[in-house]
């Protein structure tokens, strides 16, 4: 029963993680790059200092209420949102140094990979990729569903590159001997391939 809630808790946050990483799309396509930087730097500015000097009133109940429903529990004991705030810096990067075609490759790659890959994990993963916490079925499930969202915007051939490039970088990130903030490193290792060995 335990075990039960945790996957649904895990479900709901990666479900979060692929709207809200995939709304970004929308000021990207209006606006232009500048926008993404815009908005996850103001993020960062108003809700970076309420967690760390732990702000709590009536104006920020909204920001922790969510918070609670979509953060892990072994995540309040180190810094909440900090998976977050590490996503935004790496867009931040992504959106500074390079254009808007890398730019929405390394949004939908972190939204869709991330999040497909750890759904599929969560229901049906049975075979352990050794040194990981990661499956043989969520990391082919996620590069399938990368692959083909990807493939509106580039090639199906770009978009498999690039979806296997994003499976090694989470494989890595996650191996228990390398473990590092995936949500930092998967936008920029994914702008930095793109830009220098696909696009």
Same mark, same amino acid.
């Given at each position: 029963? #335990?075990?039960? +809630? #945790? ?6 946050? #990666? ?17 232009? +790059? ?24 009536? !104006? ?8 609670? *429903? ?22 931040? !990067? ?14 939908? *790659?972190?939204? $869709? ?8 994990? #969560?229901?049906?993963?049975?075979? +352990? ?19 083909? &969202? ?13 979806? $296997?490039f994003a499976a090694i970088v989470e494989i890595f990130a996650n191996s228990k001997k390398w473990y590092l903030d995936d949500n930092?490193?998967?936008? &920029? ?11």
């Amino acid at each position: 029963m #335990k075990r039960d +809630k #945790k996957i649904f808790l895990e479900l709901r946050r #990666k479900i979060f993680h692929i709207i809200s990483i995939s709304f970004l799309i929308f000021p990207l396509e209006i606006f232009g +790059k500048e926008s993404i930087v815009f908005l996850l730097s103001l993020m960062l500015i108003i809700f970076f200092p309420i967690v760390y000097f732990n702000i709590r009133n009536k !104006l920020t109940y909204p920001f922790w209420n969510l918070l609670k *429903t979509v953060e892990r529990d072994e995540n309040w004991k180190i810094f909440p949102a900090r998976q977050a705030f590490s996503l935004a810096v790496g867009l931040i !990067l992504v959106g500074i140094f390079f254009n808007e075609e890398i730019l929405k490759i390394s949004i939908l *790659t972190t939204a $869709i990979y991330d999040g497909v890959a750890t759904i599929v994990g #969560k229901l049906f993963g049975k075979h +352990k990729i050794p040194f990981t916490k990661k499956s043989i079925e969520g990391t082919l499930g996620g590069i399938f569903a990368n692959t083909f &969202v990807l493939s509106f915007f580039i090639s199906p051939f770009q978009s498999l590159i690039i979806s $296997i490039f994003a499976a090694i970088v989470e494989i890595f990130a996650n191996s228990k001997k390398w473990y590092l903030d995936d949500n930092f490193l998967l936008p &920029v290792l994914v702008a930095i391939f793109s830009a220098l060995f696909v696009i």
